[in-house]
């Protein structure tokens, strides 16, 4: 039998398909959701960080306004 080695192993790895992810902080994104701020306003400062699908988070924005 041949020698495996460990460059010849395959093995899985997590993936999670995203359409949009974010990271904001807990105060920012409760100041948003109580309306203090917008989703726009966030981005804008550089508090909320978003990538992905750009089409898709201007979508999902609008259901905050």
């Given amino acids: 039998f041949p020698t495996r080695r460990s460059s010849d192993l395959v093995e899985p790895y997590d993936y999670i398909e995203r359409d949009l992810e974010a990271a904001v902080p807990v ?8 309306g203090k701020t917008t989703i726009k306003e966030a981005v804008e400062n550089g508090s909320l960080y978003v990538f992905g699908n750009v089409q898709f988070a201007l979508k999902f924005a609008k259901l905050f306004d």
Avoid: E, G, H
Avoid at 29 to 34: E, W
């Fill in 27 to 34: 105060d920012v994104a409760l100041a948003i959701a109580d």
